[in-house]
């Protein structure tokens, strides 16, 4: 199943008379690890949303290959970025999961529990986890299945710096892998390190779009300027 | 004189009168039928409204809140008009029979349970909608998830009808008509017993129905903090 390129096609997408997307157009050719960046309110979390399919737009604003986001739903999933976890213990949350996406294999919770080193948070219910705890869950929940596309918002926002790094490898592992990443971070030096690909948004608007490198060198408005020095 | 009331009523409960007992376990049984009826028809409703965003579901939700505030008589008098000889489920031959009163406890609380299970599920689907929709389930597993979710607050409504229903008086004096041995239950013996000034027995059922409703708000109450 080839869902390259993926084309968004003239997106805009408004609340109540409030333009949230503006005029996107886009192709993604490649299938690597692209980040979303821009300010607060700029659109990414909402830009996610519609690639995902749950918030609606018109059939063909946006396609992957030759599927609509709702073909190909089922190969994708989503970290939020506040985590959304049932009330019950990480264990049951990741087994939901897992019976959802009806994975049968024996021990699979045990092997995601293992490959994310949350083996010591396993029994405890969500509702008593720390913010970055609850976002590792979140983040053990989003790989279950095998997904062919993950999005990321801001997974590593209360992640610890070694636990950070950990996921990091784990997101280039999968990116390597064929999964295709999308990432919003406004941490510049997380996007120096893992990023292939980057979408710059101002308002609602696609500013930037070109891969990571040339981003660096680019000369940018003050807005990016300001965005690429304080991150 | 109180004095002697209350004693003569604790005796009645604690010999466990024989009176005393075919009332309450009639009403117990009225009750938990309807409770029973009622859930098993307004859970899955109440919940299902929570998908269709639509006119539909404002409508089915506003007629439910209306209902909620009816006062029981008005229903028993609906019901007896229907279940009455001449009315058109006259056939069925209800009126006066424990199912009449069954039927009426159901109809009773039907509305409640639907509006407080809808109000429940809306509210625990807004914090989860995107995790399910993200999961690409269907409005069925999604009902099953929130239902699971929402279980102790929906014991808790399941047991405020319950209190309702037991509660009640003046519909299931009507389709019941309070017949001695039959259709008597707490709530029309107390009634009745008051009226020909038989305090002693009125008093004992009084007391059973406050323990009721106190062990029903304890049980709400550590439900509540459970969940
Ligand atoms: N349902 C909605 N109703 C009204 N406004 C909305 C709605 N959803 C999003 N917005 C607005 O759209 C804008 C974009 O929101 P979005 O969550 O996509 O931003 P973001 O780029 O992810 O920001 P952040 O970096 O803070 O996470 C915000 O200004 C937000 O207030
Ligand atoms: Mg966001």
Known sequence: ?231 | MLINILETAFNLIITLNDDLFEIINLSLKVTLSALIIAVSISIPFGAFLVFYKNKFQSFIVLIANTLMGMPPVVLGLLIYTLVSKKGIFGFLDILYTPTAMILAQTLLITPIVISLTYEEIYKKNKEYDLLLNSLNLNNFSKLKTLIYECRYALLTVALTGFGRASAEVGAVMIVGGNINHFTRVMTTAIAFETSRGSIELAVALGLILLLISLLITLLIKSLRKIS
Request: charged letters at 25%.
């Open chain 1, 1 to 231: 199943m080839n869902i390259f390129p993926l084309k968004i096609n003239n997106l805009n997408y408004s609340v109540n008379e409030n333009t949230i997307l503006k005029d996107i157009h886009l192709t993604c050719e490649k299938n690597t690890l692209t980040i979303i960046a821009g300010n607060n309110g700029s659109g990414k979390s909402t830009l996610l949303k519609i690639l995902h399919g749950l918030i609606k737009v018109p059939i063909n604003t946006v396609r992957w290959g030759d599927y609509s986001t709702s073909n190909i739903k089922i190969n994708q999933s989503m970290v939020f970025q506040t985590p959304i976890l049932l009330n019950r213990t990480t264990y049951d949350n990741l087994a939901y999961v897992t019976k959802k996406k009806n994975i049968t294999e024996k021990f699979y919770v045990e092997k995601i529990i293992e490959k994310l080193n949350i083996k010591i948070i396993s029994d405890i219910n969500a509702k008593y986890l720390s913010g970055g705890e609850r976002q590792k869950v979140a983040i053990a929940m989003s790989i279950i299945g095998s997904p062919k596309v993950i999005f990321m918002d801001e997974p590593t926002s209360q992640l610890d710096p070694a636990y950070k790094n950990e996921i990091e490898n784990i997101i280039v592992d999968l990116s390597n892998n064929g999964v295709k990443i999308f990432l919003t971070s406004h941490d510049i030096s997380q996007i120096r390190r893992i990023g292939k690909e980057i979408i710059f948004l101002d308002k609602g608007k696609l500013i930037y779009h070109d891969c990571i490198e040339k981003f660096f060198k680019d000369k940018h408005c003050d807005l990016v300027n300001n965005y690429i020095n304080y991150g």
